[in-house]
């Protein structure tokens, strides 16, 4: 069974641009996390997607924004980057609402 | 807020038992204890979880006191592959109030 899947895996974005993710659960997944991990601040969650609506969100600012489609693959975007927000974004899926979450290899955003 | 304190590094040599043990001494009664393993520039790996007493799968056992204020990771045999940063975590990832914490940085000599 593939992993979970992110694309694109390396991203050199200047502040002030915006920046879209994707992730690609594991097949039957249908809850999807995200989540920014940096050196300072640690793992953080973002928010969290099951079946298309947001169940759950952390604490960041509205320029951090996501969906999730049908086939329960999901986006990311971050508008108006800030240096700060470079960082490796993490995104997880799991069945149900268990603990269990199964990670992505992450994309490294680095804002210049 | 389930705090966690565990050790920043640890040093073992290959073919050795490691156990890493981790402080939360504010557990609540309904929270689980997770386990994760995580390699430079790659997303953490679900190792274990565990409620109380003792779990074992085929890459760990985590063993849980009574109390439920620590745990304890054991690896079998390492291998230099094992090499990596440990996280102790307690709750729901998906809880914003978490802290998934520093982590042990397990080195793994020949």
């Known amino acids: 069974k593939a992993g979970v899947t992110q694309t694109p895996r390396y991203l050199i974005k200047t502040r002030g641009q915006q920046v879209t993710l994707s992730c690609s659960p594991i097949?039957?997944?249908?809850?999807v996390s995200w989540y920014q991990q940096t050196p300072g601040q640690g793992l953080q969650f973002l928010f969290e997607y099951f079946s298309e609506t947001q169940r759950n969100k952390g604490n960041f600012p509205g320029r951090f924004s996501g969906r999730q489609f049908s086939n329960s693959r999901s986006e990311m975007n971050v508008s108006t980057l800030e240096l700060g927000d470079s960082a490796l974004y993490l995104c997880a899926s799991s069945l149900w609402d268990n603990y269990e979450q199964y990670f992505g290899p992450g994309t490294r955003l680095t804002v210049t | 807020l389930a705090k966690t304190t565990q050790p920043i590094s640890m040093d073992s040599y290959e073919g050795q038992e490691v156990n890493i043990t981790c402080s939360h001494n504010?557990?609540?009664?309904?929270?689980?204890i997770t386990w994760y393993q995580q390699f430079p520039s790659q997303g953490p790996r679900f190792i274990i979880q565990g409620y109380k007493t003792k779990v074992t799968n085929e890459v760990a056992s985590l063993f849980i006191p009574a109390d439920r204020k620590s745990s304890t990771l054991s690896l079998p045999r390492v291998s230099l592959s094992d090499t990596a940063v440990y996280y102790c975590l307690v709750g729901d990832l998906r809880d914003d109030k978490i802290i998934f914490g520093k982590g042990t940085r397990l080195h793994i000599l020949p």
């Open positions: 097949s039957g997944h249908r809850s």
């Open positions: 504010n557990i609540a009664t309904n929270d689980y």
